[in-house]
């Protein structure tokens, strides 16, 4: 018999990053209910980080999100320096961004090998597909292990570094340790040239949508730490205006907020919105194995995304190897940077896409008031609404395999729930 | 970190801003001075690759974590991973399970067990924002680091190290 509606619904526990569920509801050919509901922990730091000193910003900051505590750490630092008035470049700038490179790397390896390539191969997880390509998850892990070492070096520890401070660092690492690194990231280079021609060899479904894509542009770098806030849709602000151009909507469902666009509702942030916007900037490597791997400069096909996050890594590795290789030792591990009235405006790529920060500072440097929108917020919407469209195309599929593919839909934008979801509890309701 | 192969690791997982959740890293943090000279104490998210990397090498490994099993907060869990499989374990809310079960079966499928592993889970009640454990997970947080201590001293001094 058949049914005349069918309700799927992912319901899970999150470790770290939040927790949630997602809920489809459909009745016939139609589907009439879409909600991703996640915990949101931004909500809580924002309150907990008033009244603290802007210089324990990054600390505080970086327990929000286990897997990308750096982004957390550059977007506070980026913020308070612009509310004080700072600025820093050279060397420290450089070491910064080869912070950054270490956590894409983690990121994304850990992303591309554990939790979404089970998808396309039809594995339950991770788990499985180790039992069955042993050696391809050990690459993930030492590509992942490569991107941690840079973490754990720059930020005195892997997990919740740290080292990094307002104006810079509170140490900076000895030439012998740069120097053991670089031998490390010439592995990982190839690693990851393996890793394009490994994910461009999964079955990809076809799935487009006509997105607005937003990430950073810089005039001259793939961008990580600074730039404007760009769309293929005509936004072109600096990072202070952000409040003007974009709101959150408060939802009946879910303690998180939807980000949207005022003049045209939702984005799409993260790899395949920076590759989009900034494939001219990616190096002469990335690009030749992005097009080898058979993708345009410009790529709308959100299960691609693991092709551009497998991209992305070669591109963190090459600029890592740049970096080791040019190192020069800045004089002072930190600049000076003195507390002042004011407000500053934070906005950095995180593995997943634009995370901003806002701070309003009094003169001791004591933070009045914190805002904080993290990159899968920000995607929410846009994941609903790819499944809005995903699924009717799909309602005749037994409910189990709709479910998966649901999954995988949503774990193409890599959301901080993610690490959870192949340990998800999978409960039907029938309407 | 490269570890020599009688080496014995604590490693505290868990989130200190998620109340009860802090457990892990709260005996991880109050084991780290009494076991500086004897035993690596390490803090982790659970995250499964990261478990991996940080047990590498190591000859005895200790896993805390806070686990919601439907047990009373407080409970204390104490498991012999290899000996086990991890879903009959079964730390079936754990905000952390799918972290460190996904890690010691992906471990066991990539042969990367260590030999000798034990697993404390502490059974909490409240994993809402927050930076305090309630009282009943304090309290057993505080007997699980003396019970690590005591099997991580006996550890070190069978094993020359």
Redesign the interface.
């Known amino acids: 018999m058949r049914m005349s509606g069918k309700r799927i619904k992912v319901n899970y526990l999150a470790r770290v990053e939040g927790e949630g569920a997602l809920q489809i509801k459909t009745r016939g050919q139609q589907v009439t209910e879409v909600k991703l509901r996640i915990f949101e922990p931004p909500r809580f730091f924002e309150a907990f980080l008033r009244g603290r000193m802007f210089s324990e910003a990054p600390d505080i900051t970086a327990r929000i999100c286990g897997i990308c505590p750096v982004a957390y750490q550059m977007s506070a630092c980026h913020a308070m320096e612009d509310a004080l008035g700072a600025r820093v470049e050279g060397p420290l700038r450089e070491l910064r961004r080869l912070l950054y490179c270490g956590e894409w790397i983690e990121s994304h390896a850990l992303h591309v090998y554990m939790l979404h390539a089970p998808d396309f191969l039809g594995y339950e997880d991770a788990i499985q597909m180790a039992r069955e390509h042993g050696e391809i998850v050990q690459r993930g892990l030492r590509l992942k292990k490569t991107g941690n070492e840079i973490m754990s070096l720059l930020g005195g520890r892997e997990i919740h570094p740290i080292n990094v401070r307002v104006g810079g660092f509170y140490k900076i690492p000895a030439q012998q340790e740069i120097a053991a690194l670089v031998e490390k990231l010439k592995w990982a280079r190839e690693a990851a040239i393996e890793t394009v021609r490994w994910v461009a060899k999964l079955p990809i479904p076809e799935f487009e949508r006509d997105y607005e894509f937003v990430a950073l542009r810089h005039p001259n770098e793939y961008p990580f730490n600074e730039g404007r806030l760009v769309s293929n849709k005509g936004l072109d602000i600096a990072v202070r205006e952000y409040d003007q151009h974009f709101s959150e909507q408060h939802l009946p469902y879910s303690n998180a907020l939807h980000s949207v666009l005022n003049e045209r509702g939702a984005y799409f942030v993260g790899p395949l919105a920076r590759y989009n916007l900034n494939f001219d900037r990616l190096s002469p490597l990335a690009r030749q194995a992005a097009e080898e791997a058979g993708l345009g400069p410009v790529c709308r096909n959100p299960f691609q995304s693991i092709i551009v996050r497998s991209v992305e890594i070669l591109y963190a590795c090459e600029e890592a190897l740049r970096i080791l290789e040019q190192f020069e030792r800045p004089e002072k591990p930190a600049i000076e940077v003195a507390p002042r009235v004011g407000t500053g405006y934070g906005c950095t790529e995180a593995p997943r896409g634009i995370l901003y920060h806002r701070y309003r500072l009094n003169g001791q440097g004591v933070i009045l008031d914190a805002k904080i929108v993290p990159p899968t917020s920000q995607n929410l919407k846009t994941i609903e609404d790819d499944l809005w469209d995903f699924v009717p195309a799909r309602i005749a599929l037994p409910l189990d395999e709709l479910q998966k593919q649901c999954e995988q839909a949503v774990r193409n934008y890599d959301p901080c729930i993610s690490c959870a979801t192949h340990f998800l509890k999978l409960r039907l309701e029938h309407e | 970190m490269t570890l020599n192969s009688s080496a014995a690791i604590v490693i505290g997982i868990g989130?200190?801003?998620?109340s009860d959740d802090g457990a892990g890293i709260w005996v991880a943090r109050r084991l780290r001075d009494q076991l500086q000279d004897t035993v690596s104490v390490?803090?982790?998210?659970?995250?499964?690759?990261?478990l991996?990397?940080a047990w590498e090498g190591a000859a005895f490994v200790i896993l805390v974590d806070a686990v919601?099993s439907g047990a009373a907060p407080g409970t204390i869990h104490r498991f012999d991973a290899p000996a086990e499989r991890v879903h009959s374990i079964s730390f079936p809310?754990s905000?952390?399970?799918?972290?460190v079960?996904?890690a010691i079966?992906?471990a066991r499928?990539?042969n990367r067990l260590p030999p000798h592993l034990i697993i404390y889970g502490i059974e909490g009640g409240n994993f809402g924002?927050g930076v305090e454990m309630s009282l009943a997970v304090a309290r057993s947080a505080a007997e699980v680091a003396e019970r690590i201590l005591s099997e991580a001293r006996s550890w070190a001094t069978k094993v020359p190290i």
Not at chain 2, 15 to 18: A, G, I, K, P, Y
Not at chain 2, 42 to 50: C, F, I, P, R, S
Not at chain 2, 95 to 99: E, K, Q
Request: a negative charge; aromatic letters at 4%; charged letters at 25%.
């Open positions: 989130n200190s801003f998620r390490l803090e982790a998210t659970g995250e499964a690759g990261a991996l990397e919601r809310g905000t952390h399970s799918l972290g079960g996904e079966e992906l499928a990539l924002p």
